[in-house]
């Protein structure tokens, strides 16, 4: 589904998600903020998880009184990629929001098609390894684009490559440096990928 909006089908009730984040959490909280909308209709963000013990997004999850697990690298990847505590939650979503570690194949075999990442670009464009943050924005700049974006998207065993779910532009504008194009992007998301979780709850 590219460049739309996912279905709107069904109810919200009773549905879990899992937010997985690395660094300050500016998505989490946007996240948290809007299922806070629709409490009535019991969504929740059940778990917050890291890689980072002094990553911001852990003091979100404090004030907002969200359980957290802070992973360590040897046991998600080669060990049960800590399943039993993903799954005593029982989420509906896995949602990466600026989460930098690639998922492992434990985890997309045991969630498939239930695990999203949002990228800073229009993939298939400025997607893979290493494409993150300011390293996305000084490619699409030096590439002399003219625009750029988001995608929200399921996650496959590969880099930025699952089925693309939805995207929203904005324009690369003349001068513009990694930073002025990163809070440009900042907003499209904050904007849009609350909102996308709350409707694939609904499907």
Known sequence: MRNSSPSLQGGLGGQNIII???GAGSNALEIIRRLHLVAEKQVKVALIVTNNPSAGVLNIAREHGIPSLVIEKERFFRGDGYLPELSAHD????????????????LIEAYPRSIINIHPALLPKYGGKGMYGDHVHKA???????????TIHYVDGHYDNG???????????????????SKRIHQLEHRHFAEVIEKLLQN
Request: charged fraction near 20%.
């Open 91 to 106: 989420p509906r979503l896995l949602v990466l929001a600026g989460f930098l570690w690639k998922v492992p194949n434990s």
């Open 163 to 181: 089925d693309i779910i939805f995207q929203a532009r904005c324009p690369v504008e003349p001068g513009d440096t990694p930073s002025s194009l």
């Open 20 to 22: 997985f984040a690395s």
């Open 140 to 150: 699409v700049i030096g590439a002399g684009e003219k625009e750029s974006g988001i």
